[in-house]
């Protein structure tokens, strides 16, 4: 396992932001709707937080990294804190952030949606996430790709490559899955890690043809649904557009409610890639279940085995994954340094970011439109800060090695770190961590 080194200059930013932290910080005249309900949870969450929260959206917001957005941070009894930061538009008109405001998660669908169905699926014995794709799609067998697994495609070693053209996405789902299957391997399976959007396409059809079933059909009916998620879904209703923070125009028109990713709109906003939108008070409720071994308030997702093979860490070419999630990788520029090395987490491209910590009891979501309205903005770095001052409010575990951002080419989640730059983690510190608590690794795969 690799974990990646310590930079300074992060930890040294959240020091000083807590450090200088004095009376609740007034925002800008311009966003007088900043932290319009940021006190909804002020009496269970400490005075240093709130200001510290306060003073790094004030920041980022002045530096216009991003209209707006929503912060919630909870354990497994509830929310802790929860607060609607700066504008949900900008244009054609301005509109407030509110709590409600209803997001596109973009990759946060793979986790969420895709993830959980498989897992929701292999509870249930009607798959079996080591057996081959090809078991499921035949036709995936196609030019040495019979020995890829369900489990490679979930944590991206399956050997496939990151994307395919946008084109081939243009004459409908069954031609671009038979493409996809007509595809030749960028590297042998298990060998490479390389993030791909089009391994969860496929997962999508492996739940298809297993369920008879769509994706949203079968996420709505077997998780959202009974999670009580009732803003989460593909495709809002138009009785729910006001509420949907848009991102960028298309064809001249503001995409609302309609699908940022290129691939996912062609496919009719139903992908297991991107698709999926939901507000910050139903992904509460999603962290929760995880955080109650697969259950929330008596609703029963996932068995406290399956949950925990699906937070169990993987050891990979290029750095640690969970099933579905990041744990530590090139992609978690947005992971708090305060967590254990248990949390998981994913970003999404438009400004998301959902990180779970079971040690710790601890989940921290931000949810923006960064992409509203010009395609620019940085979230990153403001998430990993916020998530680092609730690690260190709320956790009580060491502080981990924390992951500096870096500038660099334009990737699915902001910008990645090169990978092999880390350090080892024992088997020793495995042995240790299974003495001192008992199962945190349960179903651990090497």
Request: charged share 20%; proline share 6%; net charge positive.
């Amino acid at each position: 396992m690799r974990f990646f080194p310590a930079t300074r200059a992060r930890a040294a930013l959240v020091a000083c932001v807590v450090a200088t932290a004095g009376k609740p910080t007034s925002l800008h005249a311009a966003d007088s709707a900043v932290a319009a309900t940021a006190d909804k949870a002020a009496s269970s969450t400490p005075a240093e937080l709130r200001e510290g929260i306060d003073r790094l959206v004030t920041e980022a917001l002045s530096q216009g990294k991003l209209p707006g957005c929503v912060v919630v941070i909870g354990r497994k009894s509830g929310v802790v804190y929860s607060g609607a930061f700066g504008s949900r538009a900008l244009l054609p008109k301005k509109e407030p952030m509110t709590e409600d405001t209803i997001f596109d998660l973009a990759s946060l669908t793979k986790p969420l949606a895709t993830a959980t169905a498989l897992m929701v699926l292999a509870d249930q014995g009607r798959v079996d996430l080591d057996e081959r794709v090809s078991h499921y799609l035949p036709t995936f067998a196609a030019r040495g790709k019979g020995g890829i697994t369900l489990r490679q495609l979930l944590t991206h070693v399956s050997g496939l490559p990151s994307e395919t053209p946008v084109g081939d996405y243009e004459h409908g789902r069954a031609e671009a899955i038979r493409r996809i299957a007509a595809l030749s391997l960028k590297a042998a399976p298990g060998a490479k890690f390389a993030y791909s959007d089009i391994g969860f396409l496929i997962l999508e059809e492996v739940i298809r043809h297993v369920t008879g079933t769509d994706l949203a059909t079968f996420a709505a009916s077997s998780i959202f649904r009974p999670l009580g998620m009732n803003d989460t879904g593909f495709l809002p209703p138009d009785k729910d557009r006001a509420r949907v923070a848009p991102t960028e125009q298309r064809k001249g028109a503001w995409m609302r409610g309609e699908v940022h990713d290129p691939r996912a709109f062609r496919l009719g906003g139903v992908a297991g890639n991107a698709g999926l939108f939901s507000t910050a008070q139903d992904l509460a409720r999603y962290a929760r279940m995880l955080l109650g071994s697969g259950a929330l308030e008596g609703a029963r997702i996932l068995s406290a085995r399956a949950t925990a093979q699906m937070l169990a860490p993987h050891d990979l070419p290029g750095g640690i994954r969970a099933l579905g999630w990041d744990m530590q990788s090139a992609y978690s520029t947005n992971r708090g340094t305060s967590f254990s090395r248990r949390a998981v987490g994913h970003g999404g491209y438009t400004g998301t970011s959902l990180w779970i910590d079971p040690e710790n009891d601890l989940f921290v979501i931000f949810l923006s439109n960064r992409l509203h309205p010009d395609g620019k903005g940085s979230i990153n770095a403001i998430a990993s800060a916020i998530a680092t001052l609730a690690g260190s409010t709320f956790g009580h575990t060491a502080s981990e090695p924390p992951i500096a951002p870096m500038g660099g080419k334009r990737q699915p989640v902001d910008h990645p770190l090169p990978a092999g730059s880390g350090f080892p983690l024992t088997l020793a510190g495995i042995l240790t961590s299974l003495v001192r608590r008992d199962s945190q690794f349960h179903g651990l795969h090497m």
